[in-house]
């Protein structure tokens, strides 16, 4: 069964840094590109960032680029969202997604909550 | 950049046929797909590939794709299907973009 478990997300001040972190198993890993969508409270869905399954391709979203960095370990079966000047409207429930071959998110995490506030 | 447009709302009876649209600039050129998500639950693929349904999810879902419009159907509406729905697509320039995604009341 694949599970996708994402860890870190809490309260952090305007300006702040949080690291999100999502173990995966079930699945081979290494073989698969991953992502980070979020959803602000009451919002749609925002893609945030994809890393391919080598770590060789990565991209972002506007609206975090410079400030947010997606990896991988593949020998941990991991994915990590390091988030740095964080604003409040960052604040979202944060999902780490398995990404199918032809570009859509077959699996989901459960999501962990990013408050950004004062 | 490219956007994709739902309507807020669907207001669909128990037992009949609920459509949500999803509209976009050449959408039909694009692969789309559907993700349910109900209250505080995170988002379930529901259609991929404009009309598949992945295995687990009932046949009263259905999806198609063409001109500008992709459209998931769900017939023979139940309670349960009771959820926000969200259409997504691949564009080259935006990479993942999701649609303002629809409310879908059983009245």
């Known amino acids: 069964e694949v599970q996708l478990v994402e860890s870190g997300g809490g309260l952090v001040q305007p300006g702040g840094s949080l690291r999100l972190s999502c173990a995966a198993s079930?699945?081979?890993?290494?073989?698969?590109?991953m992502n980070w969508v979020r959803q602000a409270p009451g919002k749609g869905l925002e893609w945030v960032s994809y890393i391919s399954s080598s770590s060789s391709t990565i991209y972002y979203a506007d609206s975090v680029k410079g400030r947010f960095t997606i990896s991988r370990d593949n020998a941990k079966n991991s994915l990590y969202l390091q988030m740095n000047s964080l604003r409040d409207e960052d604040t979202a429930v944060y999902y780490c997604?398995?990404?199918?071959?032809?570009?859509?998110?077959?699996?989901w995490g459960q999501g962990t909550l990013v408050t950004v506030s004062s | 950049s490219y956007e994709l447009t739902q309507p807020p709302s669907v207001s669909v009876s128990p037992g009949q046929t609920a459509s949500i649209t999803c509209s976009g600039d050449?959408?039909?050129?694009?692969?789309a797909c559907w993700y349910q998500q109900k209250p505080g639950q995170s988002p379930v693929l529901v259609i991929y590939q404009d009309s598949k349904r992945p295995s687990g999810i009932p046949e009263r879902f259905s999806g198609s794709n063409s001109g500008n419009t992709a459209t998931l159907t769900i017939s023979g509406t139940q309670a349960m299907d009771e959820a926000d729905y969200y259409c997504q697509a691949w564009d080259s320039s935006i990479l993942y973009v999701f649609g303002t995604g629809t409310k879908v009341t059983v009245l």
């Open positions: 079930g699945f081979t890993f290494s073989s698969y590109s």
């Open positions: 050449k959408l039909g050129d694009k692969y």
């Open positions: 997604a398995r990404l199918a071959e032809l570009n859509y998110f077959d699996y």
